[in-house]
């Protein structure tokens, strides 16, 4: 079972790190973001990542799907959430 807290801390982080993503014009910005995210990515509960990347493996760490990864794992938590 995912606790709500995990939920919670997900989306928080998430939701924040995709904002300063989608309207940075600095490119070492967006891969300072995009170096943090992967180390979340390590960390998070493995049934919460599970669920959100639909067992991609490169789910949130792969360059090319970077941003789509990120929006649809923030609407997922919104979801979740009942937001």
Known sequence: ???KESIETAYCFLHQKLRVYQYSTMDWQKDDIEYAIGNYV???PAELLEQLSAGR???????????????????????????
């Open 1 to 3: 079972m995912i606790s």
């Open 42 to 44: 390590a960390d998070i």
């Open 57 to 83: 493996k490169d789910f949130l760490v792969d360059h090319r799907h970077f941003q789509a990864d990120m929006t649809q794992a923030v609407e997922q938590l919104e979801r979740m959430l009942g937001i």
